[in-house]
């Protein structure tokens, strides 16, 4: 009898995706929104992180890449009047975004962190633009 079923999973990648899609817009996007501009000198990193703290980030340059992490751990408690939990609820949640920006000098890189906004300051290395090879189009 189960020969006779169609085993075609295509349906059930739409209900996954539709539930998927649904709760990550229900519940918030599970990125954060994040602007690069490239400058003559540098690149401007602005990334919104509202409802963080600047001990909830961790931001590293490593071998030409940007990572920007943040997590946050929160703990809701409601108590009877002998110090009984009625209710305790945990949530915690991670973010985590990558970009590749290759030439950075690293020991110059600025950072700052102002009412959910993280603002970076990369320098571009000197020299950096005479390793570019530019390429003649026929």
Avoid: C
């Amino acid at each position: 009898m189960a020969n006779l079923i169609s085993r075609n999973n295509d349906l059930m990648d739409m209900r996954d995706g539709f539930f998927d899609n649904f709760f990550s817009n229900f519940m918030g996007n599970d990125n954060f929104q994040v602007d690069i501009k490239e400058k003559d000198n540098s690149y401007e990193v602005t990334a919104d992180l509202p409802g963080f703290d600047k001990s909830d980030l961790n931001v590293t340059y490593d071998d030409g890449v940007l990572t920007i992490e943040a997590t946050r751990n929160d703990v809701t408690e409601d108590k009877d009047e002998e110090g009984n939990f009625l209710r305790r609820e945990r949530n915690s949640s991670s973010y985590r975004r990558q970009f590749m920006l290759k030439g950075i000098d690293d020991e110059k890189i600025d950072a700052s962190f102002k009412d959910g906004v993280l603002n970076l300051n990369l320098p571009k290395a000197p020299g950096e633009d005479e390793d570019k090879k530019k390429i003649d189009i026929k």
